[in-house]
């Protein structure tokens, strides 16, 4: 007996805009997307995602680029120590806080 395999659903909630392009931008624009066999709106959504970022998502793929940006750097020295002293430093200030 044949089963149907579970597909899962993705759904994507879209606003619908126009654009005004000039000929000439919609002429290329019809050009990439009969070469790629996309749309146009794909072609215009990709755009905008990379000249504009994807929101939220952006913000963490930008800390996943920049982390250990430092590691291999020679010129500051040890951090070790200036972490103790900024954790020594507020160790005190909660222990003055205490009622």
Known sequence: MLTEPKRGCIYITMIRTQLY????????????ARQQGRTISELVRD???????????EREATLRAIEGLWRNRTDIGDTSGY???LRHDTH????????
Do not use: C, S, T
């Open 21 to 32: 392009l000039d000929e000439a931008i919609h002429r290329r624009l019809r050009g990439l």
């Open 92 to 99: 005190r200030l909660r222990r003055l806080r205490r009622p």
């Open 47 to 57: 755009a905008l995602v990379r000249a504009y970022g994807a929101g939220a998502d």
């Open 83 to 85: 972490v103790k002293r």
